[in-house]
């Protein structure tokens, strides 16, 4: 029966929570920029003419979006090394993370993509522009500009669930909770610590997607309206 | 089949029915939860209008796996016994509560205002304006958002191994511990999963276009 | 001098609905040829098939010695040659008036940038827009997004400029401004099709103009043709009485 708080306990183990904190934050940043690109290229196979890289696209998505997120972890670290391929637990944690991310990155683009208006392609190849280069001067860069908001918020989801790598021993902030957890028996305050930890890792990841945006769209850094 | 025993392949559907017994309950703790949520933020007042927002911007800044491990072993220090399940489910509601809140917040502000105005303008009184006028559309425009976040609490449920709790997932692992074929068990939970996810969320998508074309 | 544009023949389906039957003309290097006609005459479709933007479904079409109805057609060197202004204008919205101007030199004609700077500003200029370069299109007015449009097609030295309906979707007082530009293309001796709504200026800048109407190319001529409609429907388009334009011609009473 425990009345009293104490959170001295476990606030002296700060050292193991701050690599933790940098350990989550380092694979929430990568798995973001290889979830990025792998879901940009999954909505233009989706939004293309192409009917097998759309299908196959779709079925990935589709499968991705649902099953859960512990049980694609499983099946990347545990299911992997049973026929052959044995992945240190931060490479597995990475795949599983990039290959989940990547296809609700994908649906966002396409979304994205699907709004710009097709008299955009028009004037485009009318200037003779080739098919890859209308796509990648005319409607990439205004799609993830409408859709900044909505991968920000996708990538924030993404950090708050790095924690369930925890599951397969990757050292990142939940496990390291857990570790002074067994250790202290501090239960509620390590718990609460770690999800204040977790706000200001969102908030953190925010102002830096806030950044990035700023920096990527000098149309949204000088006019601040939306496109 | 498969390598899996009948035994192994029923206790992963015994697994499986916990799974869907666990979404429900969340759903519906959520759910009432997550209702008063949305009435609070839309017509309370300030005061605990900002309290809402701020338990629903808490809740939904705490990656799942906290909020289990806090009711898991938070509650027995309250002097609460707590057992997986009754963890998982008090857990997974509050989750629940705060996605639900904010979508069935969105779905009364579409509403359009000049349907409460006309209510109150014909003397129904406000209680009577929401169950009459306003729910009866809301719910309409609820519907889509929610069926598709059925499939979120189905998947967050996994989660509720953690803590112990015998569904799906933990069924897998301990099958996964006595067989030691990870890629055959994993995958079939996948399916499983798969299976009741899918019909879900193409559900969600028929009605997203049903009520789209409806409300043009 | 052989003409810059030849249609002949030219047929187009839309589904069950035929949208040009038979349409031929003639365009003659360094000439304003205006195409008029009510909504759903086919002008707007015939200018597209000039460009490609629409196939056709017989005839032939030879524009800046293309022949646009070959399969073996190369299409970027036939949009390279006839630039296109459209009646919603379609500027890149990310871009600056500017970047949009040097989008397609720089990704097209891999000129280099101090170049493409150069052009840039000499077009804009060109459209009397040469202060706007920073600006984004929804900074600008329908007049002088307009006008970054014909600038953007100027860049590219085309041969031949088609012009849709470019002043349709601007409040009247902005359409002198675009207009003046057309007529500065025109006296510099640039090859243009406009289909166009401003009877006034196509009588004005037009060296031949073309009445469409169901389809087919129903009265064509000099601009004068405009005062002196030789066929009821031209003249029940123009509102105004039927005038023989010789004393000779039998015209049908109404």
Known sequence: MRYELDFAAPLAYWPDLLLGAATTLGLSITTTVLGFGLGVVCAVARSGRTGAAARVAGAYVEAIRNTPLLVQIFIVYFGLASVGFKLGVFTAATLALVINVAAYTGEIVRAGIESVPRSQLEAAQCLGLGRWQVLRHVVLPPAIERVWPALTSQYVLLMLATSITSQISTEELTAVANRIQSDTFRSVEIYLIVAAAYLALSLLMRVLFWAVGSFTFPRRRRLGTPL | ?216 | MSPIVEVTGVCKRFGAVSVLEGVSFQVRPGSVVAIIGRSGSGKSTALRCINRLETIDAGQIRVCGHDVTSPKLDVNRLHRDVGIVFQSYNLFPHLTAEENVMLAPRLVLKMPRSEQRELAAHVLAQVDLADKAQAYPSQLSGGQQQRVAIARSLAMKPSLMLFDEITSALDPELTGEVLKVIEGLASNGMSMILVTHEMAFARKVADHVIFMHRGKVWEEGLAEMLDAPRTQELAQFLGTELRPAKADVVVPQP
Not at chain 2, 195 to 213: G, H, K
């Open chain 2, 1 to 216: 089949m498969i390598g899996l025993t009948p035994e192994q392949l029923l206790f992963l559907l015994r697994g499986f029915g916990w799974t869907i017994v666990l979404s429900l309950l969340a759903f519906a703790g959520g759910g009432v939860l997550g209702f008063v949520l949305a009435l609070t933020r839309v017509y309370a007042a300030r005061p605990l209008r900002v309290l809402a927002m701020l338990y629903i911007r808490l809740i939904q800044g705490t990656p799942l796996l906290i909020l289990l491990f806090l009711t898991y072993f938070g509650l027995p220090a309250l002097g609460l016994v707590v057992e997986p399940m009754l963890a998982a489910a008090i857990g997974l509601s509050t989750y629940v509560s705060a996605y639900l809140g904010e979508i069935w917040r969105g779905s009364l502000e579409a509403v359009p205002r000049t349907q409460e105005e006309a209510a109150a303008c014909l003397g129904l009184k406000w209680r009577q304006r929401l169950i009459h006028v306003i729910l009866p559309q809301a719910l309409k425009i609820a519907t889509p958002p929610t069926v598709g976040f059925m499939v979120q609490i189905v998947k967050n449920t996994s989660l509720a191994s953690t803590v112990g709790f015998v569904e799906l997932v933990r069924a897998g692992q301990m099958i996964n511990n006595a067989t030691f074929r990870p890629f055959i068990v994993f995958v079939l939970i996948a399916a499983l999963y798969f299976a009741l996810c899918y019909p879900l969320s193409a559900w969600s998508q028929r009605l997203e276009r049903r009520f789209d074309v409806a409300h043009r």
